[in-house]
């Protein structure tokens, strides 16, 4: 019903930034809160940011709170993920997901996205 679609990742040194974005498509007429969730070698996927249909309701994992920012655009079917001060223990697998409210519970998402790689280097 929803098809979402990571961009964004790649390679950058520690302490700089990287916008990861997220496009759905589909059934995108429904209201929907968005996460992301990311899972690092040798780490079970945890919950990073996450945000509400409204835009109004944020949280964060404690890792990244001061240095993540969710964001979104429901015109543009888009949410994104400002990282700014990246650490090397930021690098993972990260995961778009859309779910029927904001929560860091991963089972409560719905639809995900099929990842994009974020590496951050010493």
């Known amino acids: 019903q929803v098809q979402l679609a990571e961009s964004g990742g790649g390679l950058v040194q520690a302490g700089g930034s990287l916008r990861l974005s997220c496009a759905a498509s589909g059934r995108t007429r429904d209201s929907y809160a968005m996460g992301w969730f990311r899972q690092g070698p040798g780490k079970e996927r945890e919950f990073v940011a996450t945000i509400s249909w409204s835009g109004d309701t944020t949280y964060y994992a404690d890792s990244v709170k001061g240095r993540f920012t969710i964001s979104r655009d429901n015109a543009k079917n888009t949410v994104w993920l400002q990282m700014n001060s990246l650490k090397p223990e930021d690098t993972a697998v990260y995961y778009c997901?859309?779910?029927?409210?904001?929560?860091?519970?991963?089972?409560?998402?719905?639809?995900w996205g099929q990842g994009t790689q974020v590496t951050v280097s010493s």
């Open positions: 997901a859309a779910g029927p409210w904001p929560t860091g519970g991963q089972r409560v998402y719905n639809y």
